[in-house]
């Protein structure tokens, strides 16, 4: 992972959540690296690259409403 994304994801996660202390943020990065790699491994490439980059939203938004909340 390049120092930049790292920057980039960092101040994503302060930016949302100012309140987390430095390990905390560094859980939400890499909640957020997990959701990416993950959804690279699923997208279709036929497909636009909004509705990609939608689909990396809904899963941050899944993962952020907390899983145990979304089972059934």
């Not at 994304?5 to 994503?12: G, N, S």
Request: glycine share 6%.
């Amino acid at each position: 992972m390049t120092d930049r994304l790292v920057a980039d994801l960092r101040a994503w996660g302060l930016e949302r959540h100012p309140h987390l202390s430095e390990p905390e943020i560094m859980l939400v990065i890499n909640v957020a690296v997990t959701v990416l790699g993950t959804a690279v491994q699923y997208w279709q490439v036929d497909r636009p690259a909004a509705e990609r980059i939608a689909t990396v939203h809904a899963m941050l938004d899944h993962v952020g409403a907390g899983l145990a909340a979304t089972e059934g």
